[in-house]
């Protein structure tokens, strides 16, 4: 664990070196874009944040609150060709200061590959690689331990490939894994790895519009729940191969593909989607649910005038409990459903306003019996302003406010709201 650390701190005091020596340097050097060297390129950042959150642990009754510093250096790199011919990478490091309470400082640690190539002949390929080391409290896949912070790493490949032929058809095959992985024995029964595979026919209805039909699978595997874990250290594994969550999703899917440059932009696409477990039973007793479901997902931009941006989110999707360690836990699986709708509006070329409204989700299927229906909505608002002060140097204040609200007085502890009022502060070169 110490040569752990001393490995990561000497990461970190590199990586602050090397942005913070870029950053005094570049504006008297290169005052105007970003560092070239022919095709070479690099992009040095550092970025302050300092937000007052209201319920700092996402509490439903006693709520604390406190000033938090993010100071982020970053920097990254690229190499540019033809239209779909490029090379980048990146690294950025967070560093988190609690006001009151520093118990809770952190860092997270962010580095991205991606590359892409495309020829004459209609061939494409991009691969991209992002990896995280965090304890961060708010993003956890799928809200695990919302406001608790949880040490862990993560790592995501995803790689497409395709071909475009007869000026109408296009091709496309995608292939993602995701591994995840937690430091605590309490934590590891959410350790995952994610093979998620796919295949599109599109046809091209305009040279901005295409429509395709899709074939998804994802196959999940909590492996450290199938070599069983002890999480209570009694000599009895709570989470074995026969109670554990893996399963596998089929999506069948029609939808749309705007391409950019038009008023539309992004994709849309809705169809059906089967979900099997591997076992009957979580660790509690609660049924498998192995159903079909209406699967949906959108992020849809539109532009009216040159001014104004709309855009619209849309998920829907069916999820293993990720509460399921707690005996409480009264559900195995549910739905989750996300709308999400936002306005950007830019009065100059300096000032721009955001707002934006989400409702979510979590619709719990077959609870335990002898427990009431359980639904949580989380409802979040946020607008904001944004300052472009130079070419190089930008500034922001938002609010966001967040209400979770659950169906029935059983499930009060999930309830919870948090405002936050933050400012932050970005040199890009």
Not at 133 to 154: A, C, H, I, M, Y
Not at 370 to 385: F, M, Q, S
């Amino acid at each position: 664990m110490k040569n752990k650390q001393f490995a990561t701190q000497g990461v970190i005091k590199t990586g602050l070196l090397i942005c913070l020596t870029l950053f005094l340097w570049v504006p008297s050097v290169f005052a105007i874009g970003n560092i070239h060297l022919g095709r070479f390129e690099i992009n040095p950042e550092l970025s302050y944040k300092g937000e007052y959150k209201d319920n700092i642990y996402f509490e439903s009754g006693h709520e604390d609150d406190d000033f938090i510093h993010t100071i982020t250096p970053g920097i990254g790199l690229k190499i540019s060709g033809t239209p779909g011919n490029f090379l980048s990478a990146g690294y950025k490091v967070g560093i988190v200061k609690y006001s009151d309470y520093d118990d809770n400082d952190y860092e997270d640690h962010r580095l991205f590959v991606s590359a892409g190539l495309k020829t004459p002949k209609g061939l494409y390929l991009r691969v991209q690689d992002s990896f995280q080391d965090t304890e961060d409290p708010f993003d956890s896949k799928e809200e695990f331990r919302l406001g608790v912070q949880t040490e862990r790493w993560n790592n995501l490949v995803n790689i497409i490939a395709g071909y475009e032929f007869a000026g109408r058809y296009c091709i496309e095959a995608t292939y993602s894994n995701f591994v995840e992985r937690y430091d605590l024995l309490k934590d590891e029964f959410q350790d995952t790895i994610e093979h998620k595979y796919g295949l599109a026919v599109f046809y091209n209805l305009t040279p901005k519009t295409a429509l395709f039909g899709q074939y998804l699978r994802n196959d999940t595997e909590y492996d450290a729940q199938n070599d069983g874990i002890d999480v209570n250290r009694d000599g009895f594994d709570e989470w074995n191969s026969e109670n554990s969550q893996d399963y596998i999703i089929d999506n069948f899917l029609i939808g749309a593909r705007f391409k950019p440059g038009g008023k539309l932009s992004g994709e849309f696409k809705l169809g059906l989607g089967t979900i099997d477990f591997d076992n009957d039973m979580d660790k509690n007793g609660n049924k498998y649910d192995d159903d079909s479901f209406f699967a949906m997902e959108a992020e849809v931009g539109y532009k009216p005038v040159e001014k104004t941006s709309l855009s619209l989110n849309l998920k829907r999707y069916k999820q293993a409990s990720n509460s399921a360690d707690f005996s409480g836990d009264v559900s195995a699986t549910y739905l989750r459903t996300i709308i999400g709708l936002a306005l950007t509006q830019n009065f100059t070329d300096r000032i721009s306003a955001k707002l934006g409204f989400e409702w979510s989700n979590k619709d719990y299927l077959d609870e335990r019996p002898g427990n009431a229906k359980k639904e949580l909505d989380l409802y979040t608002a946020r607008c904001g302003v944004d300052y472009s002060i130079r070419d190089w140097l930008s500034a922001g204040l938002s609010y966001k406010y967040q209400d979770n609200q659950a169906s029935r007085s059983q499930y009060d502890d999930d309830e919870y709201t948090v405002n936050t009022v933050a400012f932050q502060i970005t040199g890009k070169f």
